[in-house]
């Protein structure tokens, strides 16, 4: 039986149509390559609880997740030209898709629909880090993450203490989730073409954390290190007690906060959480 969905007309047909071009002060790139829209839905199946997807646009992805079986998706788009396209993809599919016009950094995603939850997203540009720490603040009300990213910030949420691009994102990503780089999609599958590679990642939030933490500590203390990434440790906490302080958790006051592993922050925002508030 054909999937009512396989009738409607192409994306770029229908952006063509109604001359809906990506707004740059929304951080948009449609992604049209069908290969990449069903490999990234493929990544994130099964689809057993509510799908959240962020930034729809035109619909490409959505049209591949609903295909590749999700039984209710909720799409959140802030553009409201977008809604149009989206509309005709809800009738098609009725009545698995919702559409919700809101801005994505304002809804509490992680209270939409049932277990196991997921969240699948080509993110915008200009929101995809607060987004992500956003949702990280709430990682154990989803099953997994599938989000694409410029490369370079998908490089940092998956770098490991040592690697240069090693940083806060890195940490709170390493305690909270495992995640992992799935593949990259080359600039010529969007439209506008970016100016740079993107990547999907696919973030699967702990069980169980590895090491006891508060995040609101660990964030703070991660913020004043980064904040002076070429300076050893003993610099950037000189007035918390610098070298005798580190000294006293077992941590190098020598070393840069890119190689120090997320144990050790763990360790440290514990100790000056309480005095950081």
Request: one cysteine or more.
């Amino acid at each position: 039986m054909i999937d009512p969905i396989d009738n409607l007309p192409t994306i770029r047909e229908t952006l063509s149509k109604l001359d809906l071009r990506a707004k740059k002060s929304l951080g948009q790139n449609f992604l049209l390559d069908a290969a990449f829209t069903d490999k990234i839905a493929e990544s994130a199946a099964p689809f057993e609880g509510t799908v959240i997807e962020i930034g729809p646009g035109p619909g490409g992805l959505t049209r591949s997740i609903l295909l590749m079986g999700a039984h209710e998706l909720i799409a959140i788009e802030k553009d409201r030209r977008a809604i149009v396209f989206l509309e005709e993809l809800k009738k098609a599919a009725s009545p698995r898709l919702q559409i919700k016009q809101a801005d994505a950094l304002k809804e509490p995603v992680w209270e939409f629909g049932f277990q196991p939850r997921q969240i699948i997203a080509n993110l915008p540009y200009n929101i995809a880090t607060p987004l992500l720490i956003l949702w990280l603040k709430h990682a154990n009300a989803f099953d997994k993450l599938t989000l694409m990213f410029q490369k370079e910030v998908a490089e940092r949420i998956v770098a490991q203490p040592g690697e240069s691009c090693f940083g806060r994102l890195s940490v709170l990503c390493d305690w909270l989730t495992t995640a992992k780089i799935l593949f990259e999609v080359p600039a010529d599958a969007f439209s506008p073409k970016p100016k740079v590679t993107s990547a999907v990642v696919q973030l699967m939030p702990r069980k169980s954390l590895l090491f006891d933490c508060r995040l609101n500590y660990l964030e703070k203390v991660t913020q004043i290190a980064f904040n002076q990434r070429r300076k050893m440790l003993r610099a950037s906490f000189k007035k918390f007690g610098g070298t005798q302080m580190l000294t006293s958790l077992n941590i190098d006051p020598m070393i840069r906060p890119q190689d120090l592993s997320t144990e050790s922050f763990c360790k440290l925002a514990n100790h000056l959480g309480p005095q950081l508030g």
